[in-house]
Structure formats: structure tokens, C-alpha cells
């Protein structure tokens, strides 16, 4: 019994096989055919994939980003939210600052556990040190950190010392790990982990080497860094155990005048909402797309299946069954269409791996690269649409020449 | 009604004997069909008109007629390539239009080969494919190389004789062109392409040979040589052959001659090889 099911197992596949076979020839047979069939399936699932790529690499960005700052709730000068979180994606170093003294007042509200200050600042144009025209620069609390301080303890050991720094997962470390910005040098001990986000590009020092640093540049530098005299750029708060974060950034901004504190799901709120709006106008475009290629498909596959009736009615007469017919016919624009789409996916994926760049800076927001397990599943998904797509517009098409009287058929 | 059996053939027409004939079953049986083509906006064609036709196995039916008596439509639905308006179609006892599309077709698979008027030969394909594609599109979907038995049980392979592509270079050979295997067809004349479709009739050992105006665009020596194949085809295998033609020389070829005229279906005199 087991014997039967085997070989009528074998045969079912050999039969499959044979008719993939005859797909690839007839495919081959016709050319242009088949070369718009590709594109189709090219474009479709180019597009869904860099979509998917983009957007999703930008949400996860976010959520990285939001991750490596470990703090429940941000505060920064009132109206500087969005400042403070292009600084932090973006390197866009913010302008505004809030007075040091708040960091008291902030640490006093019930249920925040820690309160720790930042300074956002930014290298000189173009400085020696770096590949980018602005290095951005965090300065943090040794004291008090609790975002970048649980990582140098854990990788490096120990804290930060004085004219000590690390870098994002883009910089660069020179051979002797000494940068220099506003002629002071620095030993550079490690890197983080990437998040896709300008934190990748950025440096971390400590306050006492960013002051130092500020000191020696009115000497050493072209430009002398400027850091205000008892300002921050934001602070970070976690909050204590069992305590609500929104309770307590609502409690921060009901008593600590001219901040806002933002929960850390709520950051990045503009960028969300871009991300968000571009996800949106891709779908569209992508639905758009999908339409197109769906009525150009049908369009084509109906000529090829009217053009091919009486090879389709000899087919029947030899012996293929409606459901061969259909199959055939399917499978001939399938095949052709895994090329097709096979080709969109990789070079979306290389395309969007090289330019990752000038897209994030094109389109203003970051994202993050995805992993070997979510990127195959993006492929996975795009050249699945792009099948999908093909097959469904060539099930039309095939239904129909299957379904015609096989002598209507020779007839013409 | 028209009605032409082996009987009617055997009484009235004196030339006709059938020398394969060697028992009395019936491989093609019809009663009562009758095809009418409908179409909108026009009036509809009547192709058929209440034919009645035996066949018995081992026959060479040679159907003869004018453009448009409805030859063509007979033996399509003889094939269940076309489903009759009104009748029942046997073929070997079975009730075509009873079974399912697939069933159908694999009956037309393994019992039924397939000569047509037109060129019917895949281009995509070499002429040592398309004399093996009905196999592949068979139930068992005999690949290139696995064996295929001479006499298989049910007229179908098993293991311990040649393989499918020995026994396709066999037919090539046996319609002269064992030379033209891996050729395509667009490098084939007319006739050698019409020989090709031959050979890809035989491959599946068919017990029912279909053949319609099989040498109509062929020249005079041509057109002898493939009817030559036929009737050495018919003498070698016993298969059944219904021909259609409008050519009223070819009848010497059959065992039995019908006239066709007007969906009508009588037998005719003169005939045939003896």
C-alpha cells in the first residue's frame, strides 16, 4: 500500500516537474512575453520589499533608539521635544536648553527613581576626527547615567574616565584610538551596538570631559566650543518601580515650569508620524502598482492564452485534463515570475543596503537594517505578492482557456 | 436517422471486408448525435444530425465528405473533444459525456491518438518531445528514460521493456525521420511534420487512431506515403482508425468507406482494401 502511495507520490512530482519543464520552454519561446511578466513581478516585489525595509527599519530604529536611551520618560525644554529627538535620530544638535538647577526639582517628583543630564553637542565642520561633516556629541552624568553606563560596565568594565569616549556603531576607531575634536584628544575605547538611528554616528563622553574639552577649545580650537553655564539639554528620568511612568511625566510637567516630559512610548512622536504617513503613501503607491500590473497581466496573459488556443486544444486532445491546462498556464507566468521577482527582491535589498544613507537623509527618517530573519521574511512577503499578483492574473486568463470546448479551440 | 454500423458496412458495400476486425466489439458506438453550434447574433449550425455509428474494434473507417458536412466535428466528438447537443458517445462501452474531465482526458490519454489537419506539433518543443508528450501528460507521467512495456497491462507501462524515449526514436524511425529527433519542427517540411504527429500518436500504443483530412495540405507523394504509414500502422498495431477526408481516393486505404453530407452520416460505395 505503502509502495503505491510512494510511486503515485513519485508520479504526481515527475508530472509536476515535467510541466515546470514545459513552463520553462514555452516561457522561453516567448521572450517579450515573458520579459513583462519579469518586470511586472520585478517592480511589485522591488517595491514591496524596499517599502517593508524602509519602513519597518524605521520603526525598529525607533524602538532601538527609544531602547538604548533606557529612560521611561525624557525631559526636555518646553516645545523642543521634536529638537531633542532629531538630535537624538538625526544629529541634528538642538539649540535649546533648560536650566541645570531643574535636574533638582525633576529628581524631587514622587516616583522618579533617577534623573540624569544630557548635553547634546556637536563637533566642529568637517573636524579631522570623523566621516561626517557634524559629529554629534552626548555628554552624560557618570554619576547618574543609567543609559550608557550599564554598557561600558558591562563591555568595558568600568565607567568612562576623563578625555575618554565611545562611539556609535558607524565610527570609525583609528588604530591608536585617539580622536580629536576641538583640538582635544580623546581615547576612543569601544563602540555600541548599532541602532540605525544618528546614534550610530555619535560620540559619548562623560560632563567633565565635555567641559574639558569646552576649556581647552577656546586655545586649541578653530572655533571655541561653547557649552551655557548651568544648562542641559534634556534629562533622563526612570522612574521608580511600581510607579506610572505617564503619572509621573505628568506630575514633571505639572511642577517643573517650562519642560515637557514625553513617555519613552510616546518619543519620537514626529517621527512616528512620518513613518507612518510614508508607510502610508508606499501602500498607496504599491496598491496603485498592483492594479496597473494586474490589469497589464490579465491583458497580456488573455492574449497569450487566445493566441495559444489550438496548442492549449491539441494539449487536451493528448490528454491534459482542465486542471493540467490551468496549471501549465500558471505555471508558465509563475516561473517566469520567481525570476522576475527574485530579481526585484535582491536588488531592493542591495539597493537599499548601499544607498542606506541618502535615503534615511532623503526621506528624514532613520531606520535600521533589518536582520537575516526579518529581511528573509521581507522577501519572503514581497516575492510572495509579486506571485500572488502573476497568479492571479494568469488564473483568469488560464480558467477561461481551460474551460473552452478543446475542438472551439483547434478551430482557430 | 443516419446510421452506419460494421453490419450495414459489411452487407452493402461488396469491397469491404475487415481484416482486423477480429472480434465483435464495439471500440466506437454513437446513437443520436447531434451537434448544433450556437453562437449569438447568428444563426445556429447544425453539424451533426442524429448519427448513429458501430465501429468495431480493428476497423479502418474511412469517412469521406465535403468541406462542412460536419467530418471535422464527428470525430471530435468521437474523442469527447466536443460534447455532443443530443446523443450518447461510447468509446469501448464507456459513456464519454458520463465521466468527469478528468477521467475523460485520461481515457483520450491511453486510448486515443491524435492526427490533426493542421500543424499541431509544439514549437517550443523538439520533434523527440512532442512524440513523447502525451506520455508526460498521461497519469503516470512517464519520464524521458523510465521503461514502458511493449504490451503494458491496460495499454500503459510498467518496467521490463524499452524506455519512453527508446520506443519515441522507434516511431521516428519507423516514420522515417530517426534522424530529425532533436530537431525542432519549424525545420520540418509540411509532411515530415505530419509524420512526427503520427509518431506521437502511436506512443501511447492507442487502441483508437483518430486521423482528420490527415494529408491536406500534402503533396500527391506525400499525401501516398502518409497513407501508406497509416495502413501499415493499422496492419502492424490492430488499432482502430477512423480517417476523415474530403479526398474520395483515400478510401481504398480503409476497410470500411462512410459519406458524410449535409451532418449526415450513410455508408458509400466503393471501398477499399480487400
Known sequence: MSQIIRRKAASGLVKIGRVIVLALRNAAGDPVRSWLIAICAFVIAGFAVSTAIVVRGGQDSLRLAASRLGADVVVVPRGAATEVDGALLMGTVSRRWMPRSDLARIAAVKG????????????????????????????????????????????LGGTLGLQQAVGGSQVTVPVNHNVMLYGYTMWLRGKLEPTGTNLDQSLFITLPTAYAMARSSSTTAVKPLVIPKDRVSSVMVKVAPGSDPAAVAAAITRSVPGVNAVMRPQMFAAYRTQIAGLLH????????????????????????????????????????????????????????????????????????????????????????????????????????????????????????????EPAVAMRE | MSDAGPTDAGSSDTAMSAPKVNDCRLMVSLRGVSKVYEAPRSLPVVALRDVDLDVAAGEFVVVTGRSAAGKTTLLNVIAGLSRPSAGVVLVDGTDLWGLSDRR???????????????????????????????????????????????????????????????????????????????????????????????????????????????????????????????????????????????????????????????????????????
Open chain 1, 112 to 155: 522618579v527613581a533617577v534623573a540624569s543630564p544630557q548635553i547634546y553637542l556637536e563637533s566642529l565642520s568637517h573636524a579631522s576626527c570623523c566621516a561626517v561633516s557634524h559629529m554629534f556629541i552626548v555628554a552624560f552624568d557618570p554619576r547618574t547615567d543609567f543609559t550608557v553606563e550599564p554598557w561600558l560596565r558591562r563591555q
Open chain 1, 281 to 404: 503613501v508606499m501602500l498607496v503607491v504599491l496598491a496603485l502598482l498592483l492594479a496597473l500590473a494586474l490589469v497589464a497581466l490579465v491583458l497580456l496573459l488573455s492574449m497569450a492564452a487566445h493566441e495559444r488556443r489550438r496548442e492549449l486544444g491539441v494539449l487536451r486532445a493528448l490528454g491534459a485534463s482542465r486542471g493540467v491546462v490551468v496549471v501549465a498556464l500558471l505555471a508558465e507566468a509563475l516561473v517566469v515570475a520567481c525570476a522576475g521577482g527574485l530579481a526585484g527582491v535582491a536588488v531592493a535589498g542591495f539597493g537599499v543596503s548601499l544607498l542606506h544613507t541618502p535615503i534615511a537623509a532623503h526621506l528624514g527618517i532613520p531606520f535600521v537594517y533589518p536582520s537575516g530573519g526579518a529581511l528573509a521574511a521581507q522577501v519572503a512577503a514581497g516575492l510572495g505578492l509579486a506571485l500572488v499578483a502573476v497568479g492571479v492574473a494568469a488564473a483568469i486568463p488560464a480558467l477561461r482557456a481551460s474551460g473552452e
Open chain 2, 104 to 274: 475523460r482526458s485520461r481515457l483520450r490519454n491511453a486510448d486515443m491518438g491524435f492526427v490533426f489537419q493542421f500543424p499541431s506539433l509544439l514549437s517550443s518543443l523538439t520533434v523527440l518531445q512532442n512524440v513523447l508528450l502525451p506520455l508526460s501528460l498521461g497519469p503516470a507521467g512517464w519520464p524521458e528514460g523510465q521503461r514502458v512495456d511493449e504490451e503494458p497491462p491496460g495499454g500503459h507501462g510498467g518496467d521490463g521493456g524499452p524506455s519512453a524515449r527508446d520506443r519515441a526514436e522507434k516511431l521516428l524511425e519507423l516514420v522515417g525521420l530517426g534522424s530529425a529527433a532533436r530537431s525542432y519542427p519549424r525545420r520540418l517540411s509540411a509532411g515530415q511534420q505530419q509524420r512526427v504527429v503520427i509518431a506521437r500518436a502511436l506512443i501511447n500504443h492507442p487502441r483508437l487512431l483518430l486521423a482528420d483530412e490527415p494529408t491536406s495540405n500534402l503533396d500527391e507523394e506525400t499525401e501516398a506515403e502518409i497513407m501508406e504509414l497509416l495502413g501499415r500502422v493499422h496492419d502492424e498495431t490492430g488499432a482502430t482508425i477512423v480517417l476523415v477526408t474530403h479526398a474520395a481516393d483515400l478510401v481504398r486505404r480503409g476497410t470500411r468507406h462512410l459519406a458524410m453530407a449535409d451532418g449526415r452520416l450513410r455508408p458509400a460505395v466503393g471501398l477499399a482494401r480487400g
